[in-house]
């Protein structure tokens, strides 16, 4: 059974920084790339960003390009996502998630097991 949990949520104020991990049980990450997404109140979840396995690859979306940095520790089981300069449109439920293969897509489709999410919330 893959589970996967997230930590390291809370309330910040906007200009400070979070960081998220998201630790695996039941399935080594280190052939599969991982996703972190997020889903505020009245939103539809969006992908925040992604990993390849080997952690060469990523990706971000536009809105934390210069301000988020995810990475993974393989020999530990775990993802990370770094945020700086939080801003208060940060704030939402992060999700991190599982991919199909190694690659780390932008897309919801490609993950199939996901954690029970970490909310970060951004006081302006």
């Known amino acids: 059974q893959v589970q996967l949990v997230e930590s390291g949520g809370g309330l910040v104020q906007a200009g400070g920084s979070l960081r998220l991990s998201c630790a695996a049980s039941?399935?080594?990450?280190?052939?599969?790339?991982m996703g972190w997404f997020r889903q505020a109140p009245g939103k539809e979840r969006e992908v925040v960003a992604a990993i390849s396995w080997s952690g060469v690859t990523t990706y971000y979306a536009d809105s934390v390009k210069g301000r988020f940095t995810i990475s993974r520790d393989n020999a530990k089981n775990t993802v990370y996502l770094e945020m700086n300069n939080l801003k208060p449109e940060d704030t939402a439920a992060y999700y991190c998630?599982?991919?199909?293969?190694?690659?780390?897509?932008?897309?919801?489709?490609?993950?199939?097991?996901w954690g029970q999410g970490t909310q970060v919330t951004v006081s302006s």
């Open positions: 039941g399935r080594t990450l280190s052939r599969y790339g």
């Open positions: 998630a599982l991919g199909r293969d190694g690659y780390g897509s932008r897309w919801e489709s490609e993950y199939d097991y």
